[in-house]
């Protein structure tokens, strides 16, 4: 039964990304195709003089490989006008270009990046092949729980958000079905996991109800990113974009509650087996002795990835002539500073919680 599975999951999850970054054939706009092409030489290349200073460059013909002009060799001329970071490109090179006509009914063709598919789903593959070598049936399991969290997300969370349904009731239902799946497939069905669950249920609400109160106060409208803009003219006000801001943060502390809820009721457990007869107040204190490092650990954590995402925007600031005061005014800069704060705040809490949880259930059957 266990290889059945084994195999089932393995097979979910490495269909998911296939499934993911599969294309139509041809993906054509009324007046736009995105084409893919490989470049089949570099005809000619220098350096070129303009008032920006020095750039690239580059005549190149390309085979396309994917779209209307499939098997068709085309030229297309890179640097000709100023543009910032202008890429090298090489023989061999698989490009995604857009493909539009003038007004004259002239071919026009602009390179618009490169193909990563390839690398991001061997990347993945080694990802989930260690995670089933080294973490062997839970690994697997694991694996499973985050391929159906993927398809939670992909089929349910995003498209009713994109429907215009509103986001924070959409985040919070979609968390209502990740949690139990991902936390049993990953854990087992057993005390230790519904402690684990019950305490995420609760610091998802406290962080969702904290979130809502200082993104409010903050007044923060959610149009910070140029993402949010784009979406926002995209669908004509259809979806709310503060709340867009909301979802965001639940779903993001969720990943991180899974770890903290999970350890610590684990060691609630462990200390319960080490010693059968401790009280239930001795109990909760010598788990809040690991779990005060574990606030540490995870909090560190949390600010660094999100220092670590928010590197270029950092960077911007590093220089500025501003006070320190106004720069963390700015919109774009108090959003990382909720986000960060009220997930930090809903981690801390996290752990009394699970651990006042699992103090006062029972073990001797697990």
Do not use: C
Not at 71 to 79: N, W, Y
Not at 128 to 133: I, M, N, R
Not at 198 to 221: D, E, P
């Amino acid at each position: 039964m266990k290889k059945i599975f084994l195999l089932f999951s393995l097979f979910l999850v490495f269909f998911l990304p296939l499934s993911i970054f599969a294309q139509e054939e041809v993906s054509q706009l009324p007046e736009e195709e995105i084409l893919e092409g490989k470049i089949t030489q570099v005809l000619e290349e220098k350096e070129t003089e303009d008032m920006g200073g020095k750039q690239l460059y580059q005549k190149l013909e390309i085979l396309i490989t994917k779209g209307s002009l499939r098997d068709e060799a085309i030229i297309v001329e890179v640097g000709r006008l100023p543009t910032i970071g202008v890429p090298k490109y090489q023989k061999g090179n698989e490009i995604i270009l857009s493909y539009s006509q003038d007004f004259e009914g002239n071919d026009v063709f602009y390179i618009t990046d490169f193909i990563r598919r390839k690398p991001l789903i061997w990347l993945f593959l080694i990802f989930a092949l260690l995670a089933v070598v080294v973490g062997q049936w839970r690994g697997a399991s694991s694996l499973l729980g985050m391929g159906l969290s993927f398809l939670v997300i992909f089929k349910f969370i995003l498209p009713s958000i994109y429907a215009g349904h509103d986001p924070i009731f959409i985040a919070i239902a979609g968390s209502l079905l990740i949690i139990p799946i991902t936390f049993y497939l990953s854990h087992g069905l057993n005390k230790k996991t519904t402690v684990a669950v019950i305490a995420t249920f609760i610091s998802l609400v406290i962080t969702g109800i904290l979130s809502k109160i200082f993104v409010g106060t903050a007044k923060l409208s959610g149009y910070a990113s140029e993402e949010a803009g784009f979406l926002q003219a995209a669908k004509e006000g259809a979806i709310n974009i503060g709340g867009l801001l909301l979802a965001g943060i639940i779903i993001g502390v969720l990943g991180v509650l899974d770890d903290i809820t999970v350890a610590q009721a684990a060691v609630v457990q462990q200390l319960k087996k080490a010693n059968p007869r401790i009280s239930s107040g001795k109990l909760f204190l010598q788990a809040m002795n690991v779990g005060q490092d574990h606030i540490a650990s995870m909090v560190n954590t949390l600010v660094l990835v999100y220092a670590g995402a928010s590197l270029p925007l950092l960077l911007l600031f590093i220089d500025s002539p501003r006070p320190f005061g106004e720069v963390i005014n700015y919109e774009i800069i108090a959003e990382e500073i909720v986000r960060i704060l009220v997930g930090s705040i809903g981690l801390i809490l996290a752990v009394p919680i699970t651990t006042f949880l699992a103090s006062n259930v029972s073990f001797k059957t697990d």
